[in-house]
């Protein structure tokens, strides 16, 4: 009975600047690493960027030094800042949150997707 919803989405220009947001809700015991993956039309689903329960991260050389991952444990909440937007980005985000739903049962979760759309 876990859902994650993500938010922030959108139509940008080059250069510019979105921030996504993914919630989770449920009955759950933890949360450990949390995820952003994207994936283009024809293309195979890639990890964008993670960040683990103790807080270190780890991103895709394609988006290292633009994106900034980042969480919120008192909300159940991951937030991927991107900046400096290229086409290039053009993707469905899905976040993926590895969830315990009791203290010895560990499972991958992962959101419906946002769209994001760079074009001038």
């Known amino acids: 009975q876990v859902q994650l919803v993500e938010s922030g989405g959108g139509l940008v220009q080059p250069g510019g600047s979105l921030r996504l947001s993914c919630a989770a809700s449920g009955s759950f015991f933890s949360i450990g690493t949390m995820g952003w993956y994207r994936q283009a039309p024809g293309k195979q689903r890639e990890l964008v960027a993670a960040i683990t329960s103790g807080g270190s991260t780890n991103y895709a050389d394609s988006v290292k030094g633009r994106f900034t991952i980042s969480r919120d444990n008192a909300k159940n909440t991951v937030y991927l800042q991107m900046n400096s937007l290229k086409p290039e980005d053009t993707a469905v985000y899905y976040c993926?949150?590895?969830?315990?739903?009791?203290?010895?049962?560990?499972?991958?979760?992962w959101g419906r997707g946002t769209q994001v759309t760079v074009s001038s």
């Open positions: 993926n949150f590895e969830v315990s739903e009791d203290p010895h049962r560990e499972y991958d979760y």
